[in-house]
T-cell receptor, first 116, second 116 residues
Framework: DVKVTQSSRYLVKRTGEKVFLECVQD?????MFWYRQDPGLGLRLIYF???????EKGDIPEGYSVSREKKERFSLILESASTNQTSMYLC???????????????FGQGTRLTVV | AQKVTQAQTEISVVEKEDVTLDCVYE???????LFWYKQPPSGELVFLIR??????QNEISGRYSWNFQKSTSSFNFTITASQVVDSAVYFC?????????????FGQGTRLTINP
């Protein structure tokens, strides 16, 4: 079974702190993603990566950065946490697929981040 | 731009009732993929089904069935004889492929509560 593991289920951080959310997948997937989930808004893509050291902005990249130094690990970084970044963060991975993206994504259990 | 709309924010039914979750999408692509995911209280999104744009056959898997109609840009999900374990948030998603990476555009989600 594919396993996507996020380092923390719950985090509480202070405004202005630098926050690292870690994600590891064990199935040699090329693609990795960070989503943010908020009530009434569904999941929104923050960043994704289709190869080591490659990254692409998603729909809401502002205030975030990412790092992918190894294929299995994809980190989301909040450079200076703010209260509006309080949310559920979900990491996902998928195999490389056809041009129109037909492979399903596998998700981690989520990290609920509270910024106070 | 790609868009997925799940107009039903919350649905509550009594166990054993049938329930249909609606999903309407917008895309300019002629080739695309549609997905349904289930998010139980544990938080991890679970893949349910994938459908490509050239396959309009309805699909049935046990108590679950899906109705894909390109003419109305809809991909609805029906649970027959619902059970308490079906209680979850359900997301419909549309894929946008970039270099083989799957970028999913999610709907807002429908929270389904099955009451005993």
């Amino acid at each position: 079974d594919v396993k996507v593991t996020q380092s923390s289920r719950y985090l509480v951080k202070r405004t202005g702190e630098k926050v690292f959310l870690e994600c590891v997948q064990d199935m040699d997937h090329e693609n990795m993603f960070w989503y943010r989930q908020d009530p009434g808004l569904g999941l929104r893509l923050i960043y994704f990566s289709y190869d080591v050291k490659m990254k692409e902005k998603g729909d809401i990249p502002e205030g975030y950065s990412v790092s992918r130094e190894k294929k299995e690990r994809f980190s989301l970084i909040l450079e200076s946490a703010s209260t509006n970044q309080t949310s559920m963060y979900l990491c996902a991975s998928s195999l490389d697929g056809p041009a129109h993206g037909g492979t399903e994504a596998f998700f981690g259990q989520g990290t609920r981040l509270t910024v106070v | 731009a790609q868009k997925v709309t799940q107009a039903q924010t919350e649905i509550s039914v009594v166990e054993k009732e049938d329930v249909t979750l609606d999903c309407v999408y917008e895309t300019r692509d002629t080739t695309y993929y549609l997905f349904w995911y289930k998010q139980p209280p544990s938080g991890e999104l679970v893949f349910l089904i994938r459908r490509n744009s050239f396959d309009e056959q309805n699909e049935i898997s046990g108590r679950y069935s899906w109705n894909f109609q390109k003419s109305t840009s809809s991909f609805n999900f029906t649970i027959t004889a619902s059970q308490v374990v079906d209680s979850a948030v359900y997301f419909c998603a549309l894929s946008e492929g970039i270099q083989g990476a799957q970028k999913l555009v999610f709907g807002q989600g429908t929270r389904l509560t099955i009451n005993p």
